[in-house]
């Protein structure tokens, strides 16, 4: 797994002195944070009352800034990658796969064994019952798992995107950037939805829109919004201009940056928490090969499994509703053929994928609408032929806790901060598609100034090859960019620029600007 | 045909790589320092923990063989010109039909007392690197000789490891024999701002032995100061690499004498890189120019010339950047250090001293002729557009916005450039174009 090291690069001052006494103590603030989370998680008495609440997460974040500031702003503004890899955490060391295995292990618990946290319906206890008390202030009611989980979650964002914000205080755009995750995190995905709750309308977070949010098309969810009124009816509104109008305009107009590390809150944790991990992505072709494979399998299974849930419950409503099950399944028709045609008329989308791949478009795109349409006409229960709930069920251990939680973020050590991101995530796949097709987004590449010195490729969080392309002098116009800004940042020459311009939208990557002799 | 590219930096692996675009020409590379292709100018990063030697490297493995690009790693010893044959160090011989010698260059040494001793060193391979690791262990004070870009880049090494570093620079300030007066002191101020030792007007008397053949300390010329150290790195420019053919047939004056074509003297044999002197540079040019971008069109150029397609080398508009520290620096076309007779510069700096812009232009034609900038980035095509088409310098300050390639939301500066010039000239101009992908692009294309 670890790295072979070049032997003659034998670190000469193996432990130089990165960390100082304020660091030091700083760490110890920190950790008595941790230590208190640790004895409220083994039920220790003494420490169940929402001072210590408190106490700990003050501890936490001051810790983490108070060790942040010393690192950052005693130096000058600038990129502050000295000793990453020779930094055991930041090197897939010993620390490193602790690490991983703590937060692994906790996603663990959190998914399968929520007990364990001390979760209870007779009364919490241990780590649950810890955060009891916040959770009465916002919403009123006793603390859940991922009350705890969304608390730790919205923390961390909050506290290392300070850290971020000071890493990197010499540019605006990253500091922008940062700052609107943390809004989003805070606000959207946090209090929102909790106060909602409170005011006793459905659980809703604005901006995470399926299919990264999966359920949203359930019908428990669908029967949520309908049953709270005129807000509750807007809400569904929302969710659904977002998927097809909201998105799709920002994503033309800025390239899916807007979502991925503006907006999103999996972005957001690998943004700032993640990022002292971002240069362990694989930059192999291999590692993009699979990159395609894997994130188009899942939208499809996301796809698939919404169809499928969506076809059943308009069965069990079968009156009263515009959308009945004929509808939908011309609508589905309409989507697939719709997509076939476009990969195989318009040329931009032609051209924009291999053969191979044309033809899967093609044999999919006409394959789902007639098995929908088979299950339709027999009067099967079902749309694509399996049994929703399973294929439901399915997804959601597989790729909603198993792949986004526990591979996503336990394995930031060990794979980098945008595993999930990268491979697994069906939204990055869909505003990927549009970012490649149709968006004003790319990465110009400034003449013929690149050194191929392989910073970008390096700190690129997604594993893109970035100096291919800038070592070309061709802008860089990647489904898997998130537009986090990094490469260009890092780039000791100044060659990368992320613009927005709709003038060249379809050749974008034309020019070749290194090339001397034409 | 058999074509042999000693040296693997970045000209013979352009060389090579355009080789394969246009040919089916056998190629072998050789080099006796890296087995890849890496890039020199990213050594500094290594040392400095920011990448591995892999991340340096721009192709994979399965890239030379995909491309049918043989890689030999092998030093060279002899070449015999007259029967195409090269002589191994290992013993080993190498026939070719015809041979690109992409040699590279090796550090200036000025016959200073002392310059041989151990930990004493210039950084230009990836071996010296390796050596500077080597005395970097346990090493409490290093000495860095000379003012140039590889000089500020060992004191920039270094200083990430936290280990205190001297800079004993020649000049008056940093790199004044490149940077003109202002640009440089805003750079020297910058080095002092990182607590180097910045030592200016100060040349090297000796490097003195500490008893068993390694560096103690170095002498100042001037103070006669003894400087302590563990550490020298030789940084004063660079030579071509052409030693071990200094007794052979190939004319050689300071590098291999090159034609317009990059041809040498010899029949079948090119040099391109730090290692060829023109014969015949453009006007304003210098005859070796080692620079990383240069060493690339020439690869370009010869692998053209090699395969049928005879091409006159042009470096067309001079550009070159670096890095000092946390400042990036830009030049495009021509700034001297100091101002020549019938040109005049407009220069503006931020409050802050990190952000400078010059714009040189003729006195009575009033055209840009070049663009120099200190942490801030310009749109190189926008600018040679300008300089190559002899722009009015009113008209490039009213659309200095499409020359920006700042990272978004970078604060702008273009009003108090413009202030600045009408204050110095007495006009009133004012900007007519914004920030805009959209309206470069149709710049670009007008």
Same mark, same amino acid.
């Given at each position: 797994m670890a790295e072979k090291v070049y032997k003659s690069m034998s670190f000469a001052n193996p432990h130089p002195p990165f960390t100082d006494g304020v660091q030091k103590l700083a760490a110890a603030i920190g950790g008595v944070g941790l230590l208190l989370l640790g004895l409220a998680l083994l039920n220790i008495k003494q420490v169940q009352n929402a001072t210590m609440l408190w106490v700990s997460l003050s501890l936490l974040?001051?810790?983490?800034?108070?060790?942040?500031?010393?690192?950052?702003?005693?130096?000058?503004?600038?990129?502050?990658?000295?000793?990453?890899?020779?930094?055991?955490?930041?090197?897939?060391?010993?620390?490193?796969?602790?690490?991983?295995?703590?937060?692994?292990?906790?996603?663990?618990?959190?998914?399968?064994?929520?007990?364990?946290?001390?979760?209870?319906?007779?009364?919490?206890?241990?780590?649950?019952?810890?955060?009891?008390?916040?959770?009465? !202030?916002?919403?009123?009611?006793?603390?859940?798992?991922?009350?705890?989980?969304?608390?730790?979650?919205t923390l961390a964002i909050l506290i290392f995107g300070i850290k971020f914000i000071w890493k990197y205080r010499h540019n605006k755009y990253q500091i922008v950037r940062t700052i609107s995750v943390m809004f989003f995190q805070l606000g959207f995905a946090f209090l929102i939805p909790e106060l909602l709750i409170r005011l006793n309308y459905p659980y809703n977070d604005f901006k995470n829109m399926w299919p990264l949010n999966y359920y949203f098309f359930d019908e428990w969810s669908i029967k949520g919004f309908l049953s709270s009124g005129n807000f509750g009816l807007l809400m569904l509104l929302f969710g659904i201009a977002m998927i097809f109008i909201i998105s799709p305009i920002l994503t033309y107009y800025f390239g899916k940056r807007w979502y991925c590390s503006w907006v999103c809150g999996c972005g957001g944790l690998a943004e700032t928490a993640g990022d002292p991990f971002r240069h362990l992505s694989d930059k192999s072709l291999k590692a993009w090969q699979i990159e395609r494979w894997m994130i188009h399998l899942v939208l499809l299974f996301a796809v698939v499994m919404t169809t499928g849930v969506i076809f059943s419950f308009l069965h069990n409503n079968p009156n009263g509703y515009w959308m009945n099950k004929g509808l939908f399944v011309a609508l589905i028709a309409g989507l697939c053929l719709g997509t076939v045609a476009l990969f195989r008329f318009i040329p931009v989308f032609k051209n924009g994928v291999s053969k191979r791949v044309n033809n899967i478009i093609s044999v999919l795109g006409i394959i789902i609408p007639g098995i929908v349409y088979i299950n339709y006409a027999t009067g099967s229960g079902n749309a694509v032929f399996l049994n929703f709930y399973d294929l439901r069920k399915t997804y959601g251990f597989l790729i909603g806790a198993a792949f986004s939680g526990v591979i996503g973020v336990g394995f930031y050590p060990l794979m980098g901060s945008r595993v999930w991101c990268r491979f697994g995530c069906p939204m990055a796949a869909i505003l990927g598609l549009q970012q490649k097709f149709f968006s004003r987004f790319r990465i110009t590449t400034n003449g013929g100034q690149c050194i191929s010195c392989g910073n970008c490729s390096t700190y690129c969080e997604m594993g893109i090859d970035v100096r291919s392309y800038a070592q070309k002098g061709q802008n860089i116009v990647r489904a898997s960019c998130v537009g986090c800004g990094i490469c260009a940042a890092v780039c000791p020459r100044g060659v990368l620029r992320l613009e927005n311009g709709s003038k060249d939208i379809f050749e974008k990557t034309d020019d070749l600007r290194t090339q001397h002799i034409q | 045909m058999k074509i042999a590219i000693i040296g693997n930096g970045i000209s013979g692996i352009t060389a090579a790589r355009w080789i394969r675009k246009l040919s089916d020409h056998s190629i072998d590379v050789i080099s006796?320092?890296?087995?890849?292709?890496?890039?020199?100018?990213?050594?500094?990063?290594?040392?400095?923990?920011?990448?591995?030697?892999?991340?340096?490297?721009?192709?994979?493995?399965?890239?030379?063989?995909?491309?049918?690009?043989?890689?030999?790693?092998?030093?060279?010893?002899?070449?015999?010109?007259?029967?195409?044959?090269?002589?191994?160090?290992?013993?080993?011989?190498?026939?070719?039909?015809?041979?690109?010698?992409?040699?590279?260059? !090796?550090?200036?040494?000025?016959?200073?007392?002392?310059?041989?001793?151990?930990?004493?060193?210039?950084?230009?391979?990836?071996?010296?690197?390796?050596?500077?690791?080597?005395?970097?262990?346990?090493?409490?004070?290093?000495?860095?000789?000379?003012?140039?870009?590889?000089?500020?880049?060992? !004191?920039?090494?270094?200083?990430?490891?936290?280990?205190?570093?001297?800079?004993?620079?020649?000049?008056?300030?940093?790199?004044?024999?490149?940077?003109?007066?202002?640009? !440089?002191?805003?750079?020297?101020?910058?080095?002092?701002?990182?607590?180097?030792?910045?030592?200016?007007?100060?040349?090297?008397?000796?490097?003195?032995?500490d008893g068993t053949g390694k560096v103690g300390a170095v002498k100042v010329k001037e103070t006669g100061e003894r400087i302590e150290c563990g550490f020298v790195g030789l940084t004063a420019g660079v030579h071509p690499n052409v030693a071990f053919l200094k007794d052979s047939i190939l004319e050689i004056d300071k590098g291999i004498v090159v034609d317009e074509y990059l041809k040498t003297n010899m029949e079948d044999v090119y040099a391109i890189g730090d290692c060829a002197q023109l014969a015949s540079p453009n006007p304003g040019r210098r005859s070796i120019e080692a620079v990383w971008y240069t060493g690339r069109m020439m690869g370009e150029t010869v692998a053209h010339s090699i395969c049928n397609n005879p091409q006159k080398y042009d470096p067309g508009i001079w550009f070159n950047s670096a890095k000092f520290l946390d400042i990036e620096y830009q030049v495009y076309g021509d700034v001297p250090p100091e101002l020549p007779e019938a040109t005049q510069s407009l220069f503006w700096k931020s409050e802050d001293n990190q952000h400078s812009i010059r714009l040189n232009y003729h006195a009575i034609n009033k055209n840009l002729t070049g663009v120099n900038l200190l942490g801030i980035r310009f749109r190189q095509e926008v600018c040679e557009k300008w300089i190559r088409e002899k722009t009015h310098i009113e008209d490039v300050l009213k659309d200095i916005c499409l020359a920006d390639f700042n990272p978004e939301f970078f604060r702008t500066y273009e009003q108090s450039l413009l202030q600045q010039y009408n204050h110095q000239t007495g006009q009133g101009i004012e900007l007519r174009s914004k920030r805009s992908l959209n309206q470069v692009i149709s710049f670009l294309k007008s």
């Open positions: 974040a001051s810790g983490t800034i108070i060790f942040s500031a010393r690192a950052y702003l005693t130096k000058s503004a600038g990129i502050k990658n000295d000793g990453v890899w020779f930094n055991n955490l930041t090197n897939r060391g010993l620390w490193a796969w602790v690490l991983g295995i703590i937060i692994t292990g906790f996603y663990v618990l959190l998914y399968w064994f929520p007990s364990l946290l001390g979760l209870n319906s007779d009364g919490n206890t241990g780590l649950v019952h810890f955060f009891d008390p916040l959770s009465m !202030a916002l919403k009123g009611e006793v603390a859940s798992q991922w009350f705890v989980y969304g608390t730790l979650y | 006796s320092e890296s087995d890849y292709f890496f890039s020199r100018t990213a050594l500094m990063y290594i040392y400095m923990g920011h990448m591995r030697l892999k991340d340096t490297q721009p192709y994979e493995e399965y890239f030379w063989e995909k491309n049918r690009i043989n890689l030999i790693n092998e030093h060279v010893s002899r070449i015999d010109f007259e029967s195409k044959k090269l002589e191994f160090k290992s013993g080993g011989e190498h026939a070719y039909d015809k041979l690109i010698l992409a040699l590279g260059s !090796a550090s200036n040494k000025f016959g200073w007392p002392g310059q041989d001793l151990k930990a004493v060193h210039g950084l230009y391979s990836l071996q010296d690197l390796e050596l500077m690791e080597k005395y970097s262990e346990g090493l409490e004070k290093a000495v860095v000789v000379g003012g140039g870009l590889i000089g500020i880049e060992m !004191a920039e090494m270094f200083h990430s490891r936290k280990i205190p570093v001297t800079m004993l620079v020649r000049e008056s300030s940093y790199w004044n024999n490149v940077l003109p007066q202002d640009e !440089a002191e805003i750079i020297s101020q910058h080095i002092l701002d990182h607590n180097i030792d910045l030592r200016l007007g100060g040349n090297l008397e000796a490097i003195l032995d």
